[in-house]
């Protein structure tokens, strides 16, 4: 079982929809990040939630942190082909290591 | 800035061999830096969190002797895959904290072990 639960695993969707990925956990994190990781490549960075209840947008994906700081979620509104990839929510506990989500495997058809 | 680098980028061994890979912070000095596993089509598996001039500090189930893990200076660790064997063939990815809770990613490094 994984620390932080991340659904969907798996999403094909196509050009133009919107949708949203959600990482659940039952505990409270510092911190959360959001990755998005190319094959054969490392995550990139998207962005960093500190704040319970924070909004932070970065063009069409918006990303929130749960009151509590135990859940978050990735909107991304008109998909575009170009935003496939695997996304991969983190929490971190302190200054420490990150826990990592399963990943959502994000497919945007033509 | 926060740019980590990782060589090789891809390495092919035969087993029983050892490799090395290394993982460097080229803008900024990282005193921590992680040990990361990925299996295809899956999430990213912690291995050890390495620390500049101290030991590393490994996850439970990982042979720290078959997973040597050196953090000589504040842009540099490397992770040295000992005595290789086909089941070690794994993509192997390392990142550095900048700050608390942030972390950046190297590209990886693709290891198969023949």
């Known amino acids: 079982t994984h620390l932080l639960e991340q659904s969907p695993q798996f999403l094909s969707i196509q050009e133009g929809e919107n949708l949203t990925v959600y990482c659940n956990s039952s505990?409270?994190?510092?911190?959360l990040q959001w990755y998005r990781q190319e094959p054969g490549e490392g995550p990139v960075l998207l962005v960093t939630?500190?704040?319970?209840?924070e909004v932070k947008k970065l063009k069409r994906l918006t990303f929130q942190f749960g009151d509590a700081r135990k859940d978050s979620s990735l909107h991304i509104t008109a998909a575009q082909t170009g935003d496939t990839g695997l996304y991969l929510c983190?929490?971190?506990?302190?200054?420490?290591?990150?826990?990592f989500g399963q990943g959502t495997r994000l497919t945007i058809n033509p | 800035g926060a740019v980590v680098s990782q060589h090789p980028s891809w390495v092919i061994c035969k087993s029983g061999t050892s490799v090395k890979i290394e993982c460097r912070s080229l803008?900024?000095?990282?005193?921590?830096m992680f040990w990361y596993r990925q299996f295809p089509k899956q999430s990213l598996m912690l291995m050890a969190t390495?620390?500049?001039?101290?030991?590393?500090?490994?996850e439970q189930g990982v042979e720290k002797d078959k997973f040597l893990i050196n953090h000589a200076s504040l842009t540099l660790s490397t992770l040295t895959v000992t005595s290789a064997h086909p089941e070690d063939s794994s993509f192997y990815i390392c990142?550095?904290?900048?700050?608390?809770?942030?972390?950046?990613f190297g590209p990886g490094t693709r290891l198969t072990v023949l």
């Open positions: 990142s550095a904290r900048l700050k608390a809770d942030t972390q950046y």
């Open positions: 505990s409270v994190f510092s911190s």
């Open positions: 939630v500190v704040t319970g209840g």
């Open positions: 983190a929490g971190a506990q302190g200054a420490q290591k990150l826990v």
């Open positions: 803008d900024f000095q990282a005193t921590t």
């Open positions: 390495s620390n500049e001039g101290s030991k590393a500090t490994y």
